[in-house]
Structures are given as structure tokens and as C-alpha cells.
């Protein structure tokens, strides 16, 4: 049977651009993974770990127009916007780079003898090492910073892990394009093009996870395929590590306080947090908890005239719009339901922005109306109207795990005055970053960034932005009374690598 072609497809009109591939055999994927394999030893140094992913950057940079013309042909998410994520990669494989130079994820701990100890320590050397293959899933919304060069790559090549990527079927043009760059970035530092594999097709994507030599994987994505991929990975006969973002709701409670103050605002930040990127962001606010009575009212018509002014908008491919117009008519059937602005088809090919309003005693107990605590990927949000702040916490109380959740406080409850903490107190259970005044979509790349949650938002406690994301491809070993000579050169007395390190129970920089 001949190999499935892989096109690419403009999703503002449904046709086919150009065949770019055709779909991997279990052949080809198993020659990807041992190509991948066969290059970690030329990660092996930190030097030309950090000097390639800054090369990687400078050749994204410098391919910007043909990339972005590329990312836009495919996923009509428009130039500026891919731009700023094109340069939002970038600044990611540099600060890795960073990372990588620095060496303190490398958690070099050192304790010498200690007879007079209870029971007596033996000399102990522990240190971090990478993991192998990492299998990476593209996401279809960022098609350059969760994607071929995105985090997942970027700190699993920062680790000392190659890479083998599946590719997602919304972009593949630009896949082959990014995976081109990164290949000659490696090859200006004596790194094998196997570094970076790239495979199309479901079945490969499949292969990918049973094959005996990936030791990791990351994945952006639903949560039916997400969860399809970490059961495979559980059910190896050697398990590997799955860190899969999967969905989430991304609640928002706006206290009575805070509306009364500002229910204007709110109403404007609102959609325009939930339009971003025609509401195809992971942190998009999906369920907003507002007062009851006047201000709240005030809130929902800025909202209205916000969102209603909001033009038709193309979804990344058509089943995904076919799944939001379905979507949003199904959860608008709902008892007590309605929509101040529709949400659903904006035309053949497009769709429009919308909201639900519901009372919110319809969320705080199970039954049909839990449709609308499941996320619906696209530009709608629901507003849940509580008569008051036991009932929103009821709510709160059902939902499952999320990348963030948000509180809208008035400038007193901010202050301390109030229960601003003990509402900050019952989101953070729920979320893995936790907002106040402000709202989720953008997830900024620093240090302190967690972009995870509890499930279903992610499958591990780890992040997949920030500079914390490296430790998902690293495992920890130690040396026990083992002699100087034998040490790799991390764990020596002398620090010869110069590394942050706990050194007989000081930290030394």
C-alpha cells in the first residue's frame, strides 16, 4: 500500500496547498529514533549545547519572512501575531542557552564521609543526566513555540536529549521549514542532522511512543489524544515519562466588589482574552463566575459590545470549526442557557465570537449542565451568574484541573481587606498558575513560569515554559564511594566545570 500523502492545507479555504511528504512507515520512524539516538553523544558537551540553540536562533531570526509566510499559509493566525511568536521561539532557545551555560539545573550535590552521622553517610555524588530520545507532539496553535523549535525541543536539546518531533498535520510546510533551520544550526557545530527527527501521520505518531529507545515524551494537544499517548507510554513494557498539556477551563471569579468598581473594564479585558488569537489559546478564560444584580449586568453588556464587535475569525482547520459551530449549539440548548452574543458560524469557512450566560446553581451539581465546565476550543466563554459567594464556590468546587485560574478583586480586597485570601486560597488548588487582576492568555517565558496543572490541564506536576521545563528530560544519579579518577567531571572535588553546586551542605556558586 503506498505511504498516505501529507498535505498542506489553507484553512481559509479548505484547499490543498501542495503535497509536503507522505506519512512515515513504522520503518522510517524507527530510523528516525535511532538516528536521534546516535547523536546524544554529540550533546554531550554543555558548550555546543548552549552555542547551537543560540544558532538555531539566529537562523529562525534571519528566516523570519519565508517562516512566517509559511506559518500564515497554513494556519491563518496572520503575520503580526506570528511575528511576535516567531521572536517569542527565539528568545526561548536563548534562554536555555542561558540555562544550559549556567549549569545549576545539573543539581550537583556532594557529600563527603561523615562517620560521626546516624547512621554514617559514605561519600555520596549526585548529579542529573539526560534521559535519551524525546518524542515531541506538536501543538496546532503555536506553530512555532510548541512546535518543531518550541519548549519541548528546546529544553529536551538543552538536557542533552535529541529530539524526534511529530510533526502536527495543520502546519507540515512549516514543519519541514523549521526542521530544516534547526538541522543546519546543529551541523554548524559538528551535530548530527539525526538530532532532530521529524515524522507525519497518526500511526506514526504511535510508533513513536512504543519505540523501545524514546525515554520521554511532550505533548500540546485534546485531551482524547493526549490521554490515547500517555496510556501508551504507561503500557510499555518500560514505561517513560509523558508530560502532556491536555486542556483546560481556566476559570475566572469576579467578586461583587470588584464588578461594582469596574465592571467595565472587566467586561473589555474579558473579550479580549477570550478573542485572542480567535479563542484558540490553551489559557483561554472558558468559564467566568460573575455577580448577580447590577454590576454584574454591567459587566455582561460591556462584554456584549466588546465581543459584538468583534469580527468573523478562521479556526485553524475546518474540523475544528466544525466542532466549535457544534459545540456551541449544543451547550446553547441547554435549560436556562442564553447567548447575548451567538457564538457559532460566522460563514462557510470562519466563525464568529460569541458568549453563554447560565445561573450558576445550574454548575453546582452534576447533570446535563456539565457540558459547560468542558472546554470548547474557539472564541466562546461561558458566563455563570452566582446570586452569591457560597454558590460560586460551589462551583469552583466541581471543576476539574487547570493550567491557571483568575479572581478580579476590588482595590480593598486586593489590599487584604476582605476574603480576597481565602478566595486566592480556593483557586489555587485548581490551577497551576494562579492570577489576580489581570487575565491568562499570555504566558510570559521567565524563571518563575509554570504553564502545567493538575489533570486534566497536565499529566505531571511540571512545566512545559520556563527555564524549570528542562528537569522533565533529566533523571538523578548517584556515585557512592567512588574514586576521584572515576567521577565524571561534575561531581570532582576540584569542580573543574565550575557548577553551582551543594557541596557538604553549603550551596556554592
Not at 513504522?26 to 547551537?52: I, K, M
Not at 523501545?212 to 490521554?227: H, I, Q
Not at 452566582?386 to 476590588?410: C, F, K, M, Q
Request: with cysteine; charged share 20%.
Amino acid at each position: 500500500m503506498a505511504a498516505a500523502p501529507v498535505w498542506s492545507v489553507d484553512p481559509r479555504t479548505g484547499k490543498q496547498r501542495e503535497q509536503v511528504a507522505v506519512e512515515a512507515t513504522a520503518q522510517e520512524v524507527d530510523a528516525a529514533v535511532r538516528a536521534a539516538h546516535a547523536a546524544r553523544g554529540a550533546l554531550a558537551d554543555r558548550a555546543v549545547r548552549a552555542a547551537f540553540l543560540r544558532t538555531a536562533a539566529d537562523r529562525l531570526e534571519a528566516a523570519r519572512d519565508p517562516l512566517v509566510e509559511a506559518a500564515d499559509a497554513e494556519t491563518a493566525l496572520g503575520p503580526v501575531r506570528l511575528t511576535g511568536e516567531l521572536a517569542r521561539t527565539c528568545y526561548q532557545l536563548r534562554a536555555f542557552a542561558d540555562i544550559v551555560d549556567e549549569g545549576a539545573f545539573i543539581d550537583v550535590i556532594i557529600d563527603h564521609p561523615d562517620d560521626t552521622a546516624t547512621p554514617p553517610v559514605p561519600d555520596l555524588r549526585r548529579f542529573k543526566v539526560p534521559l535519551g530520545v524525546v518524542a515531541v507532539y506538536s501543538a496546532s496553535n503555536f506553530p512555532f513555540a510548541f512546535s518543531v523549535a518550541g519548549g519541548d525541543t528546546a529544553s529536551a536539546l538543552g538536557a542533552g536529549c535529541p529530539v524526534v518531533v511529530k510533526a502536527h498535520p495543520d502546519h507540515p510546510a512549516l514543519s519541514e521549514l523549521v526542521a530544516r533551520v534547526l538541522r543546519d544550526a546543529a551541523a554548524e557545530h559538528g551535530v548530527p542532522a539525526g538530532v532532530v527527527g521529524l515524522v507525519h501521520g497518526f500511526e506514526a505518531g504511535l510508533e513513536l511512543i512504543r519505540h523501545p529507545l524514546v525515554a520521554a515524551a511532550g505533548f500540546t494537544g485534546s485531551v482524547r489524544g493526549g490521554r490515547a499517548l500517555f496510556d501508551a507510554a504507561a503500557a510499555r513494557p518500560a514505561p517513560i515519562p509523558f508530560h502532556g498539556e491536555l486542556g483546560s477551563l481556566n476559570p475566572v471569579l469576579v467578586t461583587e466588589a470588584a464588578a461594582a468598581e469596574r465592571a467595565e473594564a472587566i467586561g473589555a479585558g474579558l473579550a479580549g482574552s477570550m478573542t485572542l488569537g480567535v479563542g484558540q489559546f490553551c489559557v483561554k478564560p472558558g468559564l467566568v463566575l460573575a455577580p448577580t444584580g447590577a454590576a454584574g449586568d454591567r459587566l455582561v453588556k460591556s462584554l456584549t459590545d466588546a465581543v459584538g464587535d468583534t469580527g468573523p475569525g478562521v479556526l485553524l482547520d475546518h474540523r475544528m470549526r466544525d466542532n466549535f459551530v457544534a459545540g456551541v449549539a449544543e451547550r446553547a440548548g441547554l435549560e436556562d442557557v442564553e447567548s447575548p452574543v451567538a457564538p457559532g458560524a460566522g460563514g462557510e469557512h470562519t466563525v464568529s465570537a460569541g458568549f453563554l450566560t447560565v445561573p450558576a446553581h445550574r454548575l453546582a451539581a452534576e447533570g446535563a449542565h456539565d457540558l459547560l465546565l468542558e472546554e470548547c476550543f474557539g472564541p466562546v466563554t461561558v458566563v455563570a451568574r452566582y446570586e452569591d459567594e457560597s454558590e460560586a464556590t460551589a462551583v469552583l468546587s466541581r471543576l476539574p484541573g487547570n493550567l491557571s485560574a483568575t479572581v478580579h478583586l476590588s482595590e480593598a480586597e486586593a489590599a487584604g481587606e476582605g476574603r480576597g485570601a481565602e478566595l486566592l486560597a480556593a483557586l489555587t488548588p485548581l490551577a497551576g498558575r494562579v492570577l489576580v487582576n489581570a487575565w491568562p492568555t499570555g504566558v510570559a517565558v521567565a524563571p518563575a513560569q509554570h504553564h502545567g496543572g493538575p489533570y486534566p490541564a497536565t499529566t505531571s506536576t511540571s512545566t512545559s515554559v520556563g527555564g524549570t521545563a528542562i528537569e522533565r528530560w533529566m533523571r538523578p544519579v548517584a556515585y557512592q564511594n567512588t574514586p576521584e579518577a572515576l567521577l565524571p567531571p561534575e561531581l570532582r572535588d576540584d569542580n573543574p566545570l565550575g557548577l553551582p553546586r551543594r557541596f557538604n551542605g553549603r550551596l556554592e556558586r
